[in-house]
């Protein structure tokens, strides 16, 4: 008898795809049963294909890399999949695995904004799974579904933001995010662009930002999201020369204003589903707050409860808005490849895998 699902990754071969594989080789419920990757990848063993990118994720898998298009080959390697691919390749090929019976766990962009796919943070909106069925039903897919997860750069300010907005009403958000090379996949940026600099802008990045948390912030009406009225939400996105954690600087204005003790009594006491649960990649502590006055560092915090927590601090009063704080998270860990296993695993103990 079987005793883990198999999975699938698609792009495996990218920044991503190659988090994933190394994250799942230990996995206590799902284990790697099928990689797929572009025409250049495809027909070589996954390490062979890595080789030749100049990458190494020091996972030595013989498994074959596929052509994408191969999707029977998926249908009967694995249960599921999850998707790393780049955002044309995911708009194209995401639906067909849906529709030939796969659930989907997507890190693109892709279907973000189709309102009947949920764009799922475990720990802030787990009810949006109840979407599936009518997905499935609207679309005329059996098994199949798309769940995704958001921006990478959200995770960092939206995990503070969600339990004030919950117990304060929050109307206006600025965010200033300072995102990390790897954000931008292999081999992203050219070093003489990025060294000694700071780029201020990262495309369809701010658009993202200001309308994705108004998806997980809302709520299912009639088969379809709605989105979260009455926040206002202004963003603007730098790419700078860190190599991986996304950080976020925010200032905040209330219905109500809470005091700043109230604040720290929230972060400290949030935890969310996938705690509840018992979910093998959960934090024990989602947003885990540092007193110092120069915390949190993308060098010293991107690895806070393996890259899952969300590391806040400089929590102080804003004379412009009502409160401001800065905030980060992993990108590739909690913002992509930690992240969507997370998903996974509460998709499979809802019983939708
Ligand atoms: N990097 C992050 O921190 C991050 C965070 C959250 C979400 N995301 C999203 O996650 C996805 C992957 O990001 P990444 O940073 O890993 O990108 P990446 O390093 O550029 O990897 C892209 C992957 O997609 C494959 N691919 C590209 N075009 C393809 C095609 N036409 N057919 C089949 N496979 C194709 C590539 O295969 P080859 O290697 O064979 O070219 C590679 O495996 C993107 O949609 C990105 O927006 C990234």
């Known amino acids: 008898m079987r005793t883990k699902l198999r999975v699938g990754v698609l792009g495996a071969t990218g920044m991503v795809g190659q988090h994933y594989v190394r994250l799942l080789q230990n996995h206590p419920w799902f284990e790697v049963s099928y990689l797929a990757a572009s025409r250049e990848s495809a027909g070589k063993s996954y390490a062979e294909a890595l080789a030749e990118k100049g990458c190494s994720s020091g996972v030595m898998l013989t498994l074959p890399v596929h052509r994408i298009d191969e999707i029977a080959a998926a249908s009967s390697e694995c249960d599921f999949v999850f998707s790393a691919l780049g955002p044309e390749a995911a708009l194209e090929y995401e639906r067909q695995y849906a529709a030939a019976g796969l659930p989907v766990v997507s890190n693109a962009s892709a279907h973000r904004n189709d309102p009947d796919v949920p764009v799922l943070i475990g720990e802030i909106n787990p009810e949006h799974l109840a979407i599936i069925p009518e997905q499935q039903k609207k679309r005329g897919w059996k098994k199949g579904f798309i769940v995704v997860k958001p921006n990478c750069s959200l995770q960092s300010y939206l995990f503070p ?48 930002s ?83 006055k120069d915390r949190p560092q993308p060098k010293l915090d991107r690895h806070t409860e393996n890259g899952m927590a969300v590391t806040v601090g400089r929590l102080r009063d804003c004379p412009v808005l009502d409160i401001r704080f800065v905030a980060l998270s992993h990108n590739a860990l909690r913002g992509a490849a930690s992240g969507g296993i997370l998903n996974a695993e509460l998709l499979f103990r809802k019983n939708y895998l």
């Open 210 to 292: 200001e309308t994705e948390p108004l998806k997980i912030l809302g709520q299912i009406e009639n088969g379809r999201f709605v989105h979260a009225s009455g926040i206002s939400i202004s963003a603007h996105c730098n790419r700078v020369p860190v190599a991986d954690g996304h950080t976020a600087c925010v200032s905040v204005e209330f219905a109500s204003k809470p005091t700043g003790e109230e604040i720290l009594r929230i972060w400290r006491e949030f935890r969310g589903a996938p705690q509840e649960l018992g979910l093998p990649s959960a934090p024990l502590q989602p947003i885990v707050y540092r007193e110092e």
């Open 161 to 208: 933001l969600y339990p004030l907005h919950r117990a304060f009403g929050i109307k206006k958000i600025l965010v200033t995010t300072m995102q990390a090379l790897s954000g931008a996949g292999y081999p992203g940026v050219s070093s003489l662009d990025i060294l000694d600099n700071v780029i201020p802008y990262i495309g369809g990045e701010e658009e993202k």
